[in-house]
Structure formats: C-alpha cells, structure tokens
C-alpha cells in the first residue's frame, strides 16, 4: 500500500510546521506585550518630561524676575546697601585714574507715617546724600553721621548701613 509509507513520512513534516507556526505565535505574543509596556512606559516619561520642563520654567520665570535690576536694587536697599560712588583705576604703571567717591546713603523719607524710626520703606531710590551743602544735618545727640535726627527721642536710631566693598573692574586689554 503505498499510502502507508508517504503518511508516516509526513506526520513529522506537519509537526515540524505546526512547532514552528506555535513558536512563531508566541514569539510574536511577547513581543507585542513587551512593545506594549514600552510604550506605557514612553508615555509616563513623556509625561514626567513635560511636568518637569513646566517647573524648569516656572523656576526660570522666577529666576528672572528676581534677577531684574529694578528687583535686585530693590532688594539691596531692603538690605541696607548704598549705590557705590565713583571708582578709580589703577594704572600698571602705578597712575591713579579718576577720583573716588566714598557710598553715601540717600536720606530717609520725609514721611511721618514711619514713626518706628526703622529703615525707609523700599524703593525710595534718590539722590545719594552728601555731608556737605544747605541740607546736611547738623551733627548732634540721636544722629549718626550722614542720617537724619531721630523723629523723636525715645525713637531707636538704626545703625548706618556699612559701605558695601565692590571689586574694582580693570581696564579691557589689561
């Protein structure tokens, strides 16, 4: 019969290619699962990368705005700062150029409403003070040296602000 040795050399024909249709299948489910986690897992960075760009900006945004000038001469007066005078350069060759000027604060607000006797309020920026001249005060008990007299005398007088060190800049090309 010769249906007899055709069928028994084809059983291990169709179990080869069955096992590798199987093998295909399941190589093929577990690829997509892992495609599938990778993508959830893309989308969560995704989304943590966008959350942390917004505060790096937020951040930035802040940063800036703290870094203004208008903010930062704000600020330095809320700490007790005086713009500096005039600089002076020192030559190689041992020349003084320019005069400088020491840093003198502005005076006081006349307001009578900051009967604390504390700081003047922030961003009253104005002419820094000289001692000399008509509107120079006059040296005496409750003053301090390039300020005011005390609104009243029981009023504590704020200490002067000390005279902020700043680096001296060099001339280009030196």
Do not use: C, H, W
């Amino acid at each position: 019969m010769p249906a007899g040795p055709s069928t028994a050399a084809r059983t291990p024909f169709v179990l080869l290619v069955v096992v590798l249709l199987g093998g295909g299948l399941i190589t093929l489910l577990l690829l997509n699962s892992s495609l599938n986690e990778g993508s959830f897992e893309l989308s969560e960075l995704k989304r943590e990368t966008t959350e942390l760009t917004d505060e790096q900006q937020a951040l930035q945004r802040d940063v800036d705005a703290r870094s203004a000038p208008d903010a930062l001469e704000r600020r330095a007066r809320e700490l007790g700062m005086v713009p500096g005078g005039g600089p002076a350069f020192i030559d190689p060759d041992g020349t003084v150029k320019g005069v400088p000027e020491r840093a003198s604060a502005p005076p006081p607000d006349p307001e009578p409403s900051n009967t604390a006797g504390g700081p003047s309020p922030a961003g009253s920026a104005g002419p820094p003070a000289t001692l000399s001249g008509p509107a120079a005060p006059s040296a005496g008990p409750g003053t301090a040296p390039d300020r005011t007299p005390a609104a009243s005398p029981g009023t504590p007088v704020p200490p002067p602000p000390g005279t902020p060190v700043q680096p001296t800049p060099t001339p280009p090309g030196r």
